[in-house]
């Protein structure tokens, strides 16, 4: 018995010592949470919020929330937000996939420890390529937004079009993406163009 918690706890040790342990743990629940308890959302464009608070192991050394942390649970709430929403089945149906391809983070005001917060995710829009989200960090003492972070889900292997046309049963228009949005993927494209020229790429070479 004494050998066999012995072993447990030296598989547990490996286990967060070699991986991020609690990253592995944390996306399939959120996932399987947002699936199996909570309702379907059929509007894409709708909000929705996922809860969270300020651990200690969520601290640097200024005692707020670490910079990284913040893309973390924006990670995570993201996930669960494309489950509930149904792009992630859709994905799989489709032999499809979505990955992180861009993102931007302003940072307004520090989480402290144990503040209790939301990330209120949304999706913006899409073109030809990617789907645009939008993740808000709200502090629950006082609703203000401490930061706001934009991602770029690349779709591999179909296209946003396809996603949302499964989902929807029709073919649905994209919503006009915010004017700040448009820039910064302008800026992207800009940046896209000039390492693939510094590495000696075609402009037809797309980044994947």
Same mark, same amino acid.
């Given at each position: 018995?004494?050998?066999?918690?012995? +072993? $447990?706890?030296?598989?547990?040790?490996?286990?967060?010592?070699?991986?991020?342990?609690?990253?592995?743990?944390?996306?399939?629940?959120?996932?399987?949470? $947002?699936?199996?308890?909570?309702?379907?959302?059929?509007?894409?464009?709708?909000?929705?919020?996922?809860?969270?608070?300020?651990?200690?192991?969520?601290?640097?050394?200024?005692?707020?929330?670490?910079?990284?942390?913040?893309?973390?649970?924006?990670?995570?709430?993201?996930?669960?937000?494309?489950?509930?929403?149904?792009?992630?089945?859709?994905?799989?149906?489709?032999?499809?996939?979505?990955?992180?391809?861009?993102?931007?983070?302003?940072?307004?005001?520090?989480?402290?420890?144990?503040?209790?917060?939301?990330?209120?995710?949304?999706?913006?829009?899409?073109?030809?390529? +990617?789907?645009?989200?939008?993740?808000?960090?709200?502090?629950?003492?006082?609703?203000?937004?401490?930061?706001?972070?934009?991602?770029?889900?690349?779709?591999?292997?179909?296209?946003?079009?396809?996603?949302?046309?499964?989902?929807? @049963?029709?073919?649905?228009?994209?919503?006009?993406?915010?004017?700040?949005?448009?820039?910064?993927? +302008?800026?992207?494209?800009?940046?896209?163009?000039?390492?693939? +020229?510094?590495?000696?790429?075609?402009?037809?070479? @797309?980044?994947?």
């Amino acid at each position: 018995m004494l050998g066999l918690l012995v +072993a $447990a706890l030296l598989v547990a040790l490996a286990y967060f010592a070699l991986l991020d342990g609690w990253y592995l743990v944390r996306v399939p629940c959120a996932v399987l949470r $947002a699936r199996l308890l909570q309702p379907r959302v059929r509007d894409l464009l709708a909000e929705q919020r996922y809860a969270g608070r300020v651990l200690p192991s969520d601290l640097d050394l200024l005692l707020h929330m670490n910079n990284a942390r913040y893309l973390r649970e924006a990670d995570v709430a993201r996930a669960a937000h494309l489950a509930r929403c149904g792009v992630l089945e859709a994905l799989r149906a489709l032999g499809a996939r979505a990955v992180l391809a861009a993102s931007c983070t302003r940072y307004r005001r520090s989480l402290r420890l144990f503040e209790p917060f939301e990330v209120r995710t949304r999706l913006l829009g899409w073109d030809d390529r +990617a789907f645009y989200l939008e993740a808000r960090f709200i502090s629950l003492r006082d609703g203000f937004v401490c930061a706001l972070l934009r991602s770029r889900q690349h779709v591999l292997g179909t296209s946003p079009e396809c996603v949302v046309q499964r989902l929807c @049963k029709r073919r649905v228009e994209p919503p006009e993406l915010p004017e700040d949005l448009r820039h910064w993927i +302008a800026y992207n494209e800009a940046s896209s163009q000039l390492l693939r +020229a510094e590495s000696g790429l075609s402009d037809i070479t @797309k980044d994947q």
